[in-house]
T-cell receptor
Framework: GDSVTQMEGPVTLSEEAFLTINCTYT??????LFWYVQYPGEGLQLLLK?????DKGSNKGFEATYRKETTSFHLEKGSVQVSDSAVYFC??????????????FGKGTLLTVNP | DGGITQSPKYLFRKEGQNVTLSCEQN?????MYWYRQDPGQGLRLIYY???????QKGDIAEGYSVSREKKESFPLTVTSAQKNPTAFYLC????????????FGPGTRLTVT
């Protein structure tokens, strides 16, 4: 079945450091890929997405490129801020048959940014 | 403001009691979903509904039940048959079942002792 593997945390960085959170996937067909962010005590928010190979999703200084050849969708940000502290989830969506689309999540990576 | 509301934010129950978690959306979305989140395990799909009066089991439906009598409401009942009910429960919706983006509510943290 479909699966998403993302780097285990926690990740702790200083403000203005470079961030990379690795994500690789296994899927049949051609999935769309997403990064969601969860701030403490809240639900998930869509951060960015890419729907086909070589697409780059970007939002709030974060970006990720859909790499079909390496089945990866790594999240990057050039300069993190304290307010970026959150749990980040990589996810994919595929057609699970008929009209059913299923969202599969990675386990999440906790990022803490210190001032 | 359009969005998804889940209430209450924190819920406490005694073991052996059924409990119902509320999820309401005013986004006019057809599809709704319930996920369970446990530390270090990401999100797992419990039930989903593509349209009113229809719902399907997700990956971990045992011990849970749902109903979808109204488009805007998708309550989840955690029954006494659920062996490990303590978790963070997230409700989500999407425009249709084939829409890529799901919108999430703020979640309900259920503690069963």
């Amino acid at each position: 079945g479909d699966s998403v593997t993302q780097m285990e945390g926690p990740v702790t960085l200083s403000e203005e450091a470079f961030l990379t959170i690795n994500c690789t996937y296994t899927a049949t067909g051609y999935p769309s890929l997403f990064w969601y962010v969860q701030y403490p005590g809240e639900g998930l928010q869509l951060l960015l997405k890419a729907t086909k190979a070589d697409d780059k999703g970007s939002n709030k200084g974060f970006e990720a490129t859909y790499r079909k050849e390496t089945t990866s969708f790594h999240l990057e940000k050039g300069s993190v801020q304290v307010s970026d502290s959150a749990v980040y989830f990589c996810a994919l969506i595929t057609n699970s048959g008929g009209s059913n689309y299923k969202l599969t999540f990675g386990k999440g990576t906790l990022l803490t940014v210190n001032p | 403001d359009g969005g998804i509301t889940q209430s209450p934010k924190y819920l406490f129950r005694k073991e052996g009691q059924n409990v119902t978690l509320s999820c309401e959306q005013n986004l006019n979305h057809d599809a709704m979903y319930w996920y369970r989140q446990d530390p270090g395990q990401g999100l797992r799909l419990i039930y989903y509904s593509q349209i009113v009066n229809d719902f399907q089991k997700g990956d971990i439906a045992e011990g849970y039940s749902v109903s979808r009598e109204k488009k805007e409401s998708f309550p989840l009942t955690v029954t006494s048959a659920q062996k490990n009910p303590t978790a963070f429960y997230l409700c989500a919706s999407s425009i249709t079942a084939t829409s890529y983006e799901q919108y999430f509510g703020p979640g309900t943290r259920l503690t069963v002792t």
